[in-house]
């Protein structure tokens, strides 16, 4: 195993992901075989080659003007919200 | 039947007032309530909006409008923001989410008088080649339902394939669109990176992801491509090249083409499967074309590079599924910590957890350089690679897929297996050109695809080699049995 499962569970407190006890095996196991197989990257000689930054040849990020675009559509958009009190989103008190 | 034909045909019938969108829309319904619950390839139907879809389009047609699309039904797959319509993306975690706001290939597909059926089943997030990463279940194939449709546009696959809709909609972010296509014998095309818009399309990997088309011909895939493509300011990747007009190079003889033969394609291909690429070469060197060898020695390192990219860029895509602003929340969260953890562990699936563990690793802290600098190094040295085999051919050919579809369950408990499906159609991605899949045979009674790569915005003269193979073989009008 190229992981531990010290390290998976690092990986998951990152990724902000709860893994059940039973799928934790899975994981190490199934996350250690990815690293191994992308491993193989490592012999590959790319010298003074810069990584790539856009896929295509001299195109940039575009930029536009710091402008207003967009309307207000809050009460729209919190339908999809799971918990929401007077326009504000409703989570767990955070400050004691 | 109605459901043989092709879009022209059936904007032909539509001009002549032959047959109206409305009963266009109930044949397709018809269909669809007949053959789904086998198929399982729609998350939702949307039959009322369809009606009402049909109904504005005849109104048009009434008025004496005429187009390509106007009245014709299609299915968009489920990554498609569909305003005031569920847009689950196959995942648990957007199972409850209606999206409030069209993406700009669903706007551009009405404004040209499209019909939505429904949305299409697909694997979580597009994170998956073979439609069993799905909340909603695995589609089947319809030329065996014992076997996966490919994915992970599995659904727009089946759909199509199945007559369901004359065409449907799919993304490709490491093959989505052409291996679906290969697996069910139909024709699909992924453009150039950014020739369409990205913008209302869940993201997965924004470097990778593109949009494109299933449909039953190249000449059909042209017309839904040109109504898709084109600028939009909504999209920051979005180029702006004028879209040419794809029907009018379709028939270019094909005499002086130049096709290369990419050596790492053929090495270790089975030999069925290298018999086709021969078949299929003879039918193009009938047709005028030259075949050439060329060689990325790069190229095998395609599906290590596009491993650690598209989870890295996947990672850092799905960290907005937070528990708090829309989807999935986990009951009764003990604090926020709980709920982001919570809430994400039961919202996405095991293969979206471990892309996105996998992505969370290959960028932390000490290990960067090692995987995805070094992945975005071998990413230019292939895409460089293509670049220098377009200087010497017009058109690179391959197979879309190593093998025929394969069983439900084979592949799914063996993450690397399911990966190496895409090897011979991540390349394309990882530099951005545009590729297509057209059926070009079969093997034990499964159909098999044939795949063109062309340059950047030659979206044109793929489609015009397509249809030119397609003039001379009969190989895309198969239909599965059950559903001619």
């Given at each position: 195993?190229?992981?531990?499962?010290?390290?998976?569970?690092?990986?998951?407190?990152?990724?902000?992901?709860?893994?059940?006890?039973?799928?934790?095996?899975?994981?190490?196991?199934?996350?250690?075989?990815?690293?191994?197989?992308?491993?193989?990257?490592?012999?590959a000689?790319?010298?003074?080659?810069?990584?790539?930054?856009?896929?295509?040849?001299?195109?940039?990020?575009?930029?536009?003007?710091?402008?207003?675009?967009?309307?207000?559509?809050?009460?729209?958009?919190?339908?999809?919200?799971?918990?929401?009190?007077?326009?504000?989103?409703?989570?767990?008190?955070?400050?004691? | 039947?109605?459901?043989?034909?092709?879009?022209?045909?059936?904007?032909?019938?539509?001009?002549?007032?032959?047959?109206?969108?409305?009963?266009?829309?109930?044949?397709?319904?018809?269909?669809?309530?007949?053959?789904?619950?086998?198929?399982?390839?729609?998350?939702?139907?949307?039959?009322?909006?369809?009606?009402?879809?049909?109904?504005?389009?005849?109104?048009?047609?009434?008025r004496?409008?005429?187009?390509?699309?106007?009245?014709?039904?299609?299915?968009?797959?489920?990554i498609?923001?569909?305003?005031?319509?569920?847009?689950?993306?196959?995942?648990?975690?957007?199972?409850?989410?209606?999206?409030?706001?069209?993406?700009?290939?669903?706007?551009?597909?009405?404004?040209?008088?499209?019909?939505?059926?429904g949305?299409?089943?697909?694997?979580?997030?597009?994170?998956?080649?073979?439609?069993?990463?799905?909340?909603?279940?695995?589609?089947k194939?319809?030329?065996?339902?014992?076997?996966?449709?490919?994915?992970?546009?599995?659904?727009?696959?089946?759909?199509?394939?199945?007559?369901l809709?004359?065409?449907?909609?799919?993304?490709?972010?490491?093959g989505?669109?052409?291996?679906?296509?290969?697996l069910?014998?139909?024709?699909?095309?992924?453009?150039?990176?950014?020739?369409?818009?990205?913008?209302?399309?869940?993201?997965?990997?924004?470097?990778?992801?593109?949009?494109?088309?299933?449909?039953?011909?190249?000449?059909?895939?042209?017309?839904?491509?040109q109504?898709?493509?084109?600028?939009?300011?909504?999209?920051?990747?979005?180029?702006?090249?004028?879209?040419?007009?794809?029907?009018?190079?379709?028939?270019?003889?094909?005499?002086?083409?130049?096709?290369?033969?990419?050596?790492?394609?053929?090495?270790?291909?089975?030999?069925?499967?290298?018999?086709?690429?021969?078949?299929?070469?003879?039918?193009?060197?009938?047709?005028?074309?030259?075949?050439?060898?060329?060689?990325?020695?790069h190229?095998?390192?395609?599906?290590?590079?596009?491993?650690?990219?598209?989870?890295?860029?996947?990672?850092?895509?799905?960290?907005?599924?937070?528990g708090?602003?829309?989807?999935?929340?986990?009951?009764?969260?003990?604090?926020?910590?709980?709920?982001?953890k919570?809430?994400?562990?039961?919202?996405?699936?095991?293969?979206?957890?471990?892309?996105?563990?996998?992505?969370?690793?290959?960028?932390?802290?000490?290990?960067?350089?090692?995987?995805?600098?070094?992945?975005?190094?071998?990413?230019?040295?292939?895409?460089?690679?293509?670049?220098?085999?377009?200087?010497?051919?017009?058109?690179?050919?391959?197979?879309?897929?190593?093998?025929?579809a394969?069983?439900?369950?084979?592949?799914?408990?063996?993450?690397?297996?399911?990966?190496?499906?895409?090897?011979?159609?991540?390349?394309?991605n990882?530099?951005?050109?545009?590729?297509?899949?057209?059926?070009?045979?079969?093997?034990?009674?499964?159909?098999?695809?044939?795949?063109l790569?062309?340059?950047?915005?030659?979206e044109?003269?793929v489609?015009?080699?397509?249809?030119?193979?397609?003039?001379?073989?009969?190989?895309?009008?198969?239909?599965?049995?059950g559903?001619?």
């Open positions: 195993m190229s992981l531990t499962r010290q390290e998976v569970e690092k990986i998951a407190h990152l990724a902000r992901l709860s893994i059940s006890e039973q799928e934790m095996p899975v994981y190490v196991t199934s996350l250690s075989s990815i690293v191994d197989f992308v491993a193989e990257l490592a012999r000689d790319t010298g003074s080659v810069a990584p790539m930054a856009h896929p295509l040849e001299g195109l940039h990020q575009r930029l536009r003007a710091d402008a207003v675009s967009e309307t207000d559509q809050r009460e729209r958009y919190q339908q999809n919200a799971p918990s929401v009190q007077a326009g504000l989103y409703v989570v767990p008190r955070v400050i004691e | 039947m109605l459901h043989d034909l092709s879009i022209g045909a059936l904007a032909d019938l539509l001009g002549r007032r032959e047959v109206s969108s409305v009963e266009l829309t109930h044949h397709f319904l018809g269909r669809i309530e007949r053959h789904n619950p086998g198929l399982n390839a729609l998350i939702t139907a949307t039959g009322e909006h369809a009606l009402r879809e049909a109904a504005a389009a005849d109104l048009r047609l009434q004496g409008e005429r187009g390509p699309l106007l009245g014709i039904p299609l299915i968009h797959k489920d498609f923001c569909t305003d005031g319509v569920r847009t689950s993306c196959g995942s648990r975690m957007l199972d409850n989410f209606i999206a409030p706001y069209d993406a700009t290939v669903v706007e551009r597909l009405r404004a040209a008088g499209g019909v939505m059926l949305k299409a089943n697909m694997d979580e997030f597009a994170m998956g080649s073979s439609n069993e990463t799905s909340y909603y279940g695995p589609v194939n319809p030329w065996d339902t014992s076997r996966v449709p490919g994915g992970s546009s599995g659904g727009s696959a089946a759909a199509t394939a199945a007559r809709a004359p065409y449907a909609t799919g993304t490709d972010t490491g989505s669109i052409r291996q679906p296509a290969a069910t014998g139909i024709t699909g095309i992924k453009p150039t990176y950014g020739r369409v818009s990205r913008y209302g399309i869940v993201a997965f990997a924004s470097s990778l992801d593109q949009a494109g088309v299933f449909a039953r011909s190249a000449a059909d895939a042209a017309t839904v491509l109504a898709m493509a084109g600028f939009d300011a909504r999209d920051s990747t979005s180029v702006d090249e004028p879209v040419p007009d794809y029907h009018a190079t379709l028939e270019t003889p094909l005499k002086g083409l130049k096709i290369g033969l990419l050596a790492e394609f053929f090495d270790g291909l089975e030999a069925r499967n290298v018999a086709l690429i021969e078949a299929a070469l003879a039918v193009f060197r009938s047709l005028g074309a030259e075949t050439v060898e060329v060689s990325l020695p190229l095998p390192l395609s599906v290590p590079t596009y491993y650690v990219v598209a989870p890295a860029e996947c990672s850092s895509n799905l960290s907005r599924y937070d708090v602003r829309f989807g999935y929340r986990c009951d009764s969260p003990k604090d926020l910590m709980d709920l982001y919570r809430s994400r562990g039961e919202g996405f699936g095991a293969e979206v957890k471990r892309r996105i563990m996998t992505g969370t690793y290959v960028l932390s802290a000490g290990y960067f350089d090692a995987y995805y600098l070094k992945a975005q190094k071998a990413r230019q040295l292939i895409t460089d690679e293509f670049r220098t085999a377009f200087t010497r051919v017009d058109l690179l050919l391959g197979p879309t897929t190593p093998t025929p394969f069983a439900l369950g084979a592949k799914i408990d063996d993450p690397i297996t399911m990966y190496l499906n895409d090897i011979y159609t991540i390349g394309a990882l530099a951005g050109l545009p590729g297509l899949s057209m059926p070009c045979g079969s093997i034990d009674g499964l159909p098999m695809g044939l795949q790569i062309g340059p950047h915005f030659a044109g003269r489609l015009n080699a397509a249809h030119q193979f397609q003039q001379a073989t009969d190989w895309h009008l198969q239909a599965p049995r559903y001619a």
